[in-house]
């Protein structure tokens, strides 16, 4: 009996044990950007973990506030998802292509604490649980935006004066087992050039990797604008989600902190060179972007447009011969195979930009499913 008596202990740790081990391995993040255009009551709340508000902005006085009046009033009725699910985290995210105001924000220890200050005070008033940093990019005026060689330390400098001021903020607002988050949306190469990458990934709770865009207006060829791994047909240098992983991996940003972004829309590449069904090839004119609902209805193996899997880079894309579009998206074909490259190599989770441009759920029900 004693034996018996052991034997089920034993088994009753091993399971304990399997369960938890389990449970911490499939603890994944899964963080959505969300804008006003997205109505809240569509928004899977018991799904998610994260929920960022996109945009706030740096104001004149170099201080973070909202955009507008119904700012506040839609940050409401995302502030009341959590009464379908309390443990969801909603930041407020900062910045977004071409918006000013930071490299001015990070240049002194003045302003680099009326930022924090105004952050915390925002948080504060609106109650939510941190924010995210989104500034396209230290260093680089792309955007059109005003940038100094001193970003790169300034950048840091300025999330250190963020995480001293929430810590004091958590100890008024009696937070100190529920910190707040600081968290940033980072790019690859030219990017990672202009920050100090491993003191930033310290300071960090996590990183949301931008490994979307990687082909668009600016690139002198067409290609998979979030291709998983480099195609077959292109350049050594091609940008591809695994590149830009293994860059901060490589940098020391633990595997965990890093949280792999999709887009929720595909790129048309217009007037392409037809070789290789037009991808990789030169092209002229605008690069229209489109929902997910739109490539179904009008593009996906419709009016021209077909389908193709490319099995180096597992991604589909669509090419029009007619009309030489080549046309750049994620599927939930691909979706899965991201979600599984995650989860094999444990990283922190998936993000997508954004939630409005896929109103159905048809492929933020594939990573939820993939990362429960």
């Given at each position: 009996?004693?034996?018996?008596?052991?034997?089920?202990?034993?088994?009753?740790?091993?399971?304990?044990?399997?369960?938890?081990?389990?449970?911490?391995?499939?603890?994944?993040?899964?963080?959505?950007?969300?804008?006003?255009?997205?109505?809240?009551?569509?928004?899977?709340?018991?799904?998610?973990?994260?929920?960022?508000?996109?945009?706030?902005?740096?104001?004149?006085?170099?201080?973070?506030?909202?955009?507008?009046?119904?700012?506040?009033?839609?940050?409401?009725?995302?502030?009341?998802?959590?009464?379908?699910?309390?443990?969801?985290?909603?930041?407020?995210?900062?910045?977004g292509?071409?918006?000013?105001?930071?490299?001015?924000?990070?240049?002194?220890?003045?302003?680099?604490?009326?930022?924090?200050?105004?952050?915390?005070?925002?948080?504060?008033?609106h109650?939510?649980?941190?924010?995210?940093?989104?500034?396209?990019?230290?260093?680089?005026?792309?955007?059109?935006?005003?940038?100094?060689?001193?970003?790169?330390?300034?950048?840091?400098?300025?999330?250190?004066?963020?995480?001293?001021?929430?810590?004091?903020?958590?100890?008024?607002?009696?937070?100190?087992?529920?910190?707040?988050?600081?968290?940033?949306?980072?790019?690859?190469?030219?990017?990672v050039?202009?920050?100090?990458?491993?003191?930033?990934?310290?300071?960090?709770?996590?990183?949301?990797?931008?490994?979307?865009?990687?082909?668009?207006?600016?690139?002198?060829?067409?290609g998979h604008?979030?291709?998983?791994?480099?195609?077959a047909?292109?350049?050594?240098?091609?940008?591809?989600?695994?590149?830009?992983?293994?860059?901060?991996?490589?940098?020391?940003?633990?595997?965990?902190?890093?949280?792999?972004g999709?887009?929720?829309?595909?790129?048309?590449?217009?007037?392409?060179?037809?070789t290789?069904?037009?991808?990789?090839?030169?092209f002229?004119?605008?690069?229209p972007?489109?929902?997910?609902?739109?490539?179904?209805?009008d593009?996906?193996?419709?009016?021209?447009?077909?389908?193709?899997?490319?099995?180096?880079?597992?991604?589909?894309?669509?090419?029009?011969?007619?009309?030489?579009?080549?046309?750049?998206?994620?599927d939930?074909?691909?979706?899965?195979?991201?979600?599984?490259?995650?989860?094999?190599?444990?990283f922190?989770?998936?993000?997508?930009?954004?939630?409005?441009?896929?109103?159905?759920?048809?492929?933020?029900?594939?990573?939820?499913?993939?990362?429960?």
């Amino acid at each position: 009996m004693l034996r018996i008596a052991l034997g089920i202990a034993l088994a009753c740790v091993l399971v304990a044990c399997a369960t938890r081990s389990t449970h911490e391995v499939a603890d994944y993040r899964l963080v959505g950007y969300v804008i006003r255009d997205a109505d809240p009551a569509h928004i899977a709340a018991e799904k998610l973990t994260t929920l960022n508000f996109a945009f706030a902005k740096i104001d004149e006085r170099g201080e973070v506030a909202l955009q507008s009046a119904e700012d506040a009033n839609y940050l409401a009725r995302l502030r009341a998802l959590k009464t379908r699910n309390p443990r969801l985290k909603i930041l407020i995210s900062v910045g977004g292509w071409g918006a000013e105001g930071f490299s001015d924000a990070a240049l002194s220890d003045q302003s680099r604490a009326k930022f924090a200050d105004s952050a915390a005070r925002l948080l504060a008033v609106h109650q939510f649980d941190g924010i995210d940093i989104d500034w396209e990019y230290p260093g680089l005026a792309d955007g059109g935006i005003r940038s100094r060689v001193e970003d790169k330390q300034n950048f840091t400098a300025l999330l250190l004066a963020v995480r001293s001021r929430f810590g004091q903020l958590a100890d008024e607002l009696h937070r100190r087992n529920d910190p707040y988050l600081i968290t940033a949306a980072l790019g690859d190469r030219e990017f990672v050039a202009n920050i100090e990458l491993a003191r930033v990934g310290a300071l960090l709770d996590w990183v949301n990797l931008m490994t979307y865009d990687f082909h668009g207006s600016l690139t002198s060829t067409t290609g998979h604008h979030s291709a998983l791994r480099r195609s077959a047909t292109s350049a050594q240098d091609e940008r591809n989600v695994e590149s830009a992983v293994d860059q901060f991996v490589a940098a020391g940003v633990p595997a965990r902190k890093l949280v792999v972004g999709v887009p929720f829309y595909g790129k048309q590449f217009l007037e392409v060179q037809p070789t290789n069904r037009g991808l990789d090839q030169p092209f002229t004119g605008r690069v229209p972007v489109y929902s997910w609902p739109q490539l179904v209805a009008d593009f996906i193996d419709r009016n021209g447009y077909v389908r193709y899997w490319d099995n180096v880079a597992q991604v589909p894309y669509l090419w029009n011969a007619q009309t030489r579009a080549f046309v750049s998206y994620d599927d939930p074909q691909s979706l899965k195979l991201k979600a599984e490259y995650v989860k094999v190599h444990g990283f922190g989770g998936m993000m997508y930009w954004e939630h409005s441009l896929d109103p159905d759920g048809q492929l933020f029900d594939v990573l939820a499913r993939e990362l429960r």
